[in-house]
């Protein structure tokens, strides 16, 4: 039989060990997001019901691509603030490509998202070549973007091309609910960035050169390589976000998606993904996006509660879990620091 | 600020065409030069740009206009600096500027009260005590800012984007939404008062600045602040209290970002939650940038952000003046900010003066 204090030793012990997980802000996450949603299924009539979790699907569709692709960015130690600009410049050039020049809807498409992936890896060779900012950078890639956007239009434009309206008004049947075409699109391309993240190289590189660049560089990663290619993947995700939010939107207009950028910074962050980069999940990226989600679900259905609030509970739960991640790192090193006699290890190192 | 310049020149200060060198490496030159430049191409094209006029006890003209509408930026680029300088960034300034500018205006707000059978707008609290809630709000921001990135070691990005998103959503709930009219007359004053002919703007700008100045030359905070942004350990180990050191620098920036809410919400006599001071942030750090002060922190010039804000209100006057679509100004500041940020860039210098070892960049 155990005694008393070893088994309370032992459960402190285990306890530390769950804390000083890596996943552990991930666990948290998921239990939060569950939370809320249970919150919602008691405090409100009609929350609890298949097609309000699939409603967050469609309505975030567009941000949960986004939020991969800074998922990548962040996780190599970057930022990228151009993408809301990018999306919003991706929707104005599909409506007048659509509208004026009455191209084949596919070829817009192809078209927009090559431009995403360039402009994208214009700034990553910027900022690799350069060894510019990324803050920066990317902040004068979002000028750029949204100014070309009013250099095309400063009113909206509608889009009534077919294919778009199609995917505008499909419904998915998803047994007694229903899901639109970009969700699928959105999922597969999660899935997709899963894959690249944790088991491909490229996935492992851009680990390491968030953990440590000059030591990946060391290594003989093709650090470079990597980074320009993360910031047109990142392009990349926001032109397609920019072709999701207009089958969502039907229409092209400069003024799209404000401050985007921000929530989907605000999702990686939520999602557990460290803002120093080399540590992170891109699955947790989903739960970050539906967090923010549930929140605009949650305002909706109490009705009295006005949209500001969503601003003020997005930055509550952003400092939340920075201090959260914050004291974890702290927790970790020094941990590391007694077991390893002052190695002191960022958590990323098991990672990486 | 620039000791190495000044030992060099100490060695070879013979001929004129040195001490012209020397002025061309100056920091302030390439700023000084963008903004001559700029004002050369408003002289060719636009008719009567340095014209002022003395009209109702005021001066009127392009050039007044132009320092009028760059007050509350210079006033947020001077703080931005400093936190620049620390290896810092406050994205928070907008947000800010809300928060200050909506503080003041509610505060203030304006009701008819009959005086000698004339109605006149009286304000609802004292003034005075309206505007120091409003900084008191603003210094609280900067507060939690010096708070999360001093104490806590967070991030400043990510620090000052907590209050970021948060702070419209905070200005927003203290007006319900609404934008605020504000009638009370010498709230006023403060965005588009006279004094001396000049505009009243400018003095509190001039105040700020002068007062920065003489805090940074003539007492060790200046040095400092340097040594923070050029390695923090370093600094610590030499028996510099970082932490409060920056604490202070968020608090002082956000105090700015009041100022210039204040400012404009007086300007517009109104204060809208949503709009005030949007992006304002991004031309600040822009402002600091083009002035000269390196983002990776260390060495930084006053005088520079000064500079480099009025360079972007001047690019904002000549497009608009010039007649081009105000809707190019956004594309001609990435451009500009491109420029700059090459212009700093070591390696885009290396490439430039010897192409041969461009092959050798990895």
Redesign the interface.
């Known amino acids: 039989m155990m005694n008393n204090s070893s088994s309370s030793l032992r459960l402190r012990a285990s306890w530390g060990a769950l804390l000083a997980t890596p996943s552990f802000t991930s666990l948290v996450t998921v239990a939060l997001l569950l939370l809320m949603f249970a919150l919602g299924a008691f405090g409100y009539d009609g929350f609890f019901s298949l097609q309000v979790v699939l409603n967050l699907f469609i309505d975030n569709a567009f941000l949960l691509v986004i939020a991969i692709g800074m998922t990548f960015v962040i996780l190599s130690g970057g930022?990228d603030l151009s993408v809301g600009s990018v999306l919003a410049l991706t929707t104005m050039i599909s409506a007048y490509l659509l509208h004026v020049w009455h191209w084949h809807p596919l070829l817009v498409i192809v078209c927009v998202l090559l431009l995403g992936g360039v402009f994208g890896a214009a700034m990553g060779m910027?900022i690799h070549?350069?060894?510019?900012?990324p803050?920066?950078?990317t902040?004068?890639?979002?000028?750029?973007a949204?100014?070309?956007c009013?250099?095309i239009s400063?009113n909206s434009i509608t889009i009534d091309d077919p294919l778009y309206v199609a995917m505008s008004q499909t419904r998915l049947e998803f047994g007694d609910a229903f899901i639109s075409p970009s969700v699928v699109i959105a999922v597969l391309m999660l899935a997709l960035a899963i894959y690249l993240a944790h088991f491909t190289r490229f996935g492992r590189a851009v680990y390491a050169i968030g953990g440590n660049e000059h030591s990946a560089l060391l290594m003989g990663l093709p650090?470079?390589r990597t980074k320009i290619a993360v910031y047109a993947f990142s392009g990349f995700c926001a032109a397609l976000a920019g072709v999701l939010f207009s089958f969502y939107m039907l229409s092209g207009y400069g003024l799209h998606a404000q401050g985007t950028e921000?929530d989907a910074?605000?999702a990686v962050?939520i999602g557990g993904t460290l803002?120093?980069g080399g540590y992170g999940y891109v699955a947790g990226t989903l739960t970050g996006v539906l967090i923010l989600g549930v929140i605009q679900t949650l305002i909706a259905f109490d009705g009295t509660l006005?949209?500001?609030?969503?601003?003020?509970f997005?930055?509550?739960l952003?400092?939340v879990f920075?201090?959260a991640q914050?004291l974890m790192s702290l927790g970790a090193a020094r941990a590391a620091d007694a077991n390893a006699g002052g190695n002191v290890v960022k958590p990323s190192a098991q990672v990486a | 600020m620039n000791s190495n310049l000044l030992s060099e020149h100490d060695k070879d200060n013979a001929s004129p065409w040195h001490g012209l060198q020397q002025a061309l490496r100056h920091p302030l030159a390439r700023p000084l030069a963008a903004l001559a430049v700029l004002l050369l191409i408003d002289f060719f094209l636009i008719p009567g740009f340095f014209r002022i006029e003395f009209k109702d006890g005021h001066l009127y003209g392009s050039v007044i206009d132009i320092v009028n509408r760059a007050a509350p930026l210079m006033l947020a680029a001077l703080g931005m600096t400093l936190v620049i300088a620390t290896r810092g960034?406050d994205i928070s300034v907008g947000a800010v500027v809300a928060i200050s500018g909506t503080v003041a205006a509610t505060l203030i707000g304006g009701t008819v009260v009959m005086h000698n059978g004339v109605p006149e707008y009286a304000s609802n609290i004292p003034m005075a005590w309206a505007i120091a809630a409003a900084m008191g709000a603003a210094i609280l921001c900067g507060a939690w800012n010096g708070l999360?990135v001093a104490t806590?070691?967070?991030?400043p990005?990510?620090?000052t984007?907590?209050?970021?998103?948060?702070?419209?959503?905070?200005a927003?709930?203290l007006t319900?939404?609404q934008i605020i009219t504000v009638y009370y007359k010498p709230f006023f004053y403060l965005g588009s008062g006279y004094l001396f002919g000049l505009p009243f703007s400018l003095f509190i700008v001039a105040g700020m600045f002068i007062v920065l100045a003489l805090l940074m030359r003539k007492t060790a905070l200046g040095l400092f602040i340097q040594s923070v942004g050029i390695n923090p350990v370093a600094a610590r180990l030499a028996g510099i209290r970082t932490a409060a050191l920056i604490f202070f620098v968020y608090i002082f920036c956000s105090a700015c970002a009041g100022l210039a809410g204040l400012m404009i919400s007086a300007n517009i006599k109104s204060a809208d939650a949503n709009n005030a001071g949007l992006l304002l942030e991004?031309d600040a750090?822009l402002a600091v940038?083009l002035g000269g002060t390196s983002?990776?922190g260390g060495k930084f010039s006053l005088v520079g952000s000064v500079i480099g804000a009025l360079i972007i209100q001047a690019l904002t006057y000549t497009i608009y003046s010039l007649g081009v679509?105000p809707?190019?100004?956004?594309?001609?500041?990435?451009?500009v900010?491109?420029l700059v940020?090459?212009s700093q860039?070591?390696?885009?210098r290396r490439m430039r003066f010897s192409p041969s070892q461009s092959k050798s960049?990895?």
């Open positions: 930022i910027l070549f350069f060894k510019l900012q803050f920066i950078v902040l004068a890639g979002m000028f750029l949204r100014g070309l009013y250099l400063i650090v470079g921000l910074i605000a962050v803002l120093t006005s949209s500001w609030w969503t601003k003020i997005i930055g509550i952003l400092f920075c201090l914050r | 960034i999360l806590l070691g967070l991030q990005i990510i620090a984007l907590i209050l970021m998103v948060a702070g419209r959503g905070l927003q709930l319900d939404g991004l750090i940038t983002l990776a679509p809707e190019v100004n956004m594309v001609v500041k990435s451009v900010v491109f940020c090459l860039s070591p390696e885009f960049l990895p």
